[in-house]
């Protein structure tokens, strides 16, 4: 009787414990890409700054689109990642956002490495540039995210707008259509070196497709918080010269529906860990906290404490 009443008292107390740990769910872009590893890394960066109270889960999205609307429907401790532009949208109800409520709860937690876009096409296609693509097949980005937004917006910009045969699939399936030969190249959204692009690179020829000094402004009126970025030569198998391309800035965010004191042990974490996390992954060095103003919200009240 001692053990059986011992050994419920051990389930008891376990159970409590479990009870007591605070969830998380990391909701980011799609597996294999560099907002995935990050949300990874976050979450093992936890573990490393002792928030042992802190049950961690990263969920694969399929990008900055899905996670906004997402949030206005996930309860509790909800962190995910968007560019500032697209978090604007959906509080001022703009495409693709429009008739939703709910986005006014979103608040900031912390930076995020900036989003490179690539440009990406197969090398034997004779595309040179931008004004190639007429005529071709091609994946503007992962169905619903960021990057097919932008590329779509680049494309009017550049009078490519009609001309190019655009292809409507999920970012995982682009990858292997310009493996197969089935479109010429496809656009993603990432911080480079992106991990798709180098595990394509290494058995398929890609050239990236960059951006004339003329295009970069006409472009940046898009937004004006993007920059022109510089992807050096190697970083891709193949690519031999580098290529000058658009960078957005990128925040993870919360929304009041999330625990002061989980938003304070989450973005804690990531300042005491973001110089072990460049260790495995350089891309953290970018991050500073002056670019939190660029994030547009409202802090959460446990990430300004």
């Known amino acids: 009787m001692l053990r059986a009443l011992a050994a419920a008292l051990c389930l008891t107390l376990a159970a409590g414990a479990a009870t007591a740990q605070t969830r998380i769910t990391l909701k980011s872009a799609s597996t294999g ?22 049950s961690a889960t990263v969920e694969e999205s399929q990008g900055s689109v ?25 509080r001022d109800g703009q495409k693709p956002f ?11 937690l912390f930076v995020m ?22 005529g071709k097949d091609f994946v503007p980005g992962g169905r619903g995210t960021f990057a097919q937004r932008q590329t779509e917006q680049v494309f009017r910009v550049l009078g490519l707008e009609g001309k190019v045969k655009l ?12 493996r197969n030969r089935q479109v010429s190249g496809f656009a993603t959204a990432g911080s480079h070196p992106a991990p798709n692009l180098q595990e394509l690179a ?9 951006l004339s000094p003329e295009q970069m402004a006409e472009v940046r009126k898009l937004d004006p918080s993007s920059a022109p970025i510089t992807i050096p030569k190697g970083t891709y198998k193949g690519v031999d010269h580098d290529t000058v391309t658009l960078s957005l800035p990128v925040g993870a965010y919360g929304t009041t529906r999330m625990d002061e004191a989980a938003a304070y042990a989450v973005v804690k974490a990531f300042w005491q860990q973001k110089t072990e996390m460049a260790k495995a ?15 547009g919200v409202k802090l959460h009240p446990g990430a300004l404490r």
Do not use: C
């Not at 899905?66 to 959906?90: C, D, H, M, W, Y």
């Not at 008739?99 to 979103?106: F, L, N, V």
């Not at 690539?118 to 540039?129: E, K, L, N, Y």
């Not at 292809?167 to 310009?178: F, G, K």
């Open 33 to 54: 890409s560099s907002y995935f590893m990050m949300s990874v890394q976050l979450a093992e960066g936890l573990k490393g700054a002792g928030q042992s109270q802190i």
């Open 66 to 90: 899905q996670n906004i609307k997402e949030s206005a429907k996930r309860p509790g401790n909800f962190v995910f990642t968007s560019p500032p532009s697209l978090v604007f949208a959906a």
């Open 98 to 108: 429009e008739g939703e409520s709910g986005h006014d709860a979103i608040r900031a």
């Open 113 to 134: 490495p900036a989003i490179t876009m690539h440009w990406v096409v197969r090398a034997d296609t004779g595309i040179q540039s931008f004004a190639d693509l007429a």
């Open 167 to 178: 292809v409507d699939v999920e970012l995982a399936a682009a990858v292997n259509a310009v």
């Open 202 to 210: 290494v058995g398929t020829p890609i050239r990236l497709l960059g």
């Open 281 to 295: 992954n350089p891309w953290w060095d970018s991050v500073s906290p002056d670019e939190v103003m660029a994030l």
